[in-house]
């Protein structure tokens, strides 16, 4: 059975009394699940969402990485819980996925606001909220590259759509670093030792998911 409603349905349905209960959803929400679901003791699954990194190796030309790692990000805008969400490449090769990412947005969408294949955000909270990065990185002078190849005007407040974006090496401080970004906004950084990259993984909470892209089996071991 289906049953559909918002906030308050779905802590209606936590709080019955099921053998088993799984959830899918934000990281914020799950507390509120395991809470309703204590006062019946029901065993609880959870898959949340989290900060997935991208590891490019430097025996991988960033060149192809780049248009799969878009391809990826810009998923349903941005909003899948397991895409990309920000990018360790190697120093020398920033410029380079850079330049490629653009031209893969590019080819991808030529246009973004009257394009149905280009994903709205899901609602104002979560537009503004992303619209809250952008402002917080440029307050920081951060470098900020709009991937908008037909020089529209997004941000469009009556669609709900962003630019696909990405922001190169923000401070880790803050929110786009710290949070799930959850639509078409990237950070990059960029790591000069590939143990400088898995130790930047390792110092976060443990993402729902890992993409290493690279051709040397010991560095695969290592990232692994």
């Given at each position: ?11 209606a349905?936590?709080a ?9 959803g ?7 699940i395991?809470?309703a ?16 990194p ?17 391809n990826?990000?810009?998923l ?6 397991f ?5 360790l490449?190697p120093?020398e090769?920033?410029e380079?996925?850079?330049?490629e990412?653009a031209?893969a ?11 149905g294949d ?5 609602s104002?909270r979560?537009?503004?909220?992303l619209?809250?990065?952008?402002e917080?990185?440029?307050a ?15 941000p469009d ?5 962003i630019?696909?974006?990405l922001v190169?090496?923000?401070p880790?401080?803050?929110?786009l670093t710290?949070e ?12 000069d030792?590939?143990e ?6 390792n110092?976060r ?10 051709r ?7 990232v692994?």
């Amino acid at each position: 059975a289906v049953v559909t409603g918002g906030p308050f349905t779905g802590a209606a349905f936590a709080a019955l009394p099921f053998d088993h209960l799984l959830f899918t959803g934000a990281t914020e929400v799950a507390p509120h699940i395991l809470r309703a679901a204590a006062d019946n003791l029901t065993p609880v699954t959870l898959e949340l969402g989290g900060k997935c990194p991208v590891i490019v190796g430097r025996s991988n030309t960033v060149r192809d990485v780049a248009a799969k790692v878009m391809n990826g990000r810009l998923l349903n805008g941005g909003q899948v819980c397991f895409i990309p969400d920000y990018v360790l490449v190697p120093r020398e090769g920033l410029e380079v996925f850079v330049a490629e990412a653009a031209a893969a947005v590019s080819a991808m969408y030529p246009a973004l606001g009257d394009n149905g294949d280009f994903t709205a955000i899901i609602s104002d909270r979560h537009y503004r909220r992303l619209l809250a990065y952008l402002e917080e990185a440029k307050a920081r002078g951060c470098r900020i590259v709009e991937l908008n190849a037909g020089a529209e005007a997004p941000p469009d407040a009556g669609r709900r759509k962003i630019a696909p974006t990405l922001v190169v090496d923000p401070p880790q401080d803050m929110a786009l670093t710290r949070e799930e970004v959850f639509g078409p906004i990237l950070a990059v950084h960029p790591y000069d030792r590939i143990e400088e990259a898995i130790d930047f993984v390792n110092a976060r909470p443990r993402p729902l998911a890992l993409y290493y892209f690279g051709r040397d089996r010991e560095e695969t071991r290592q990232v692994l």
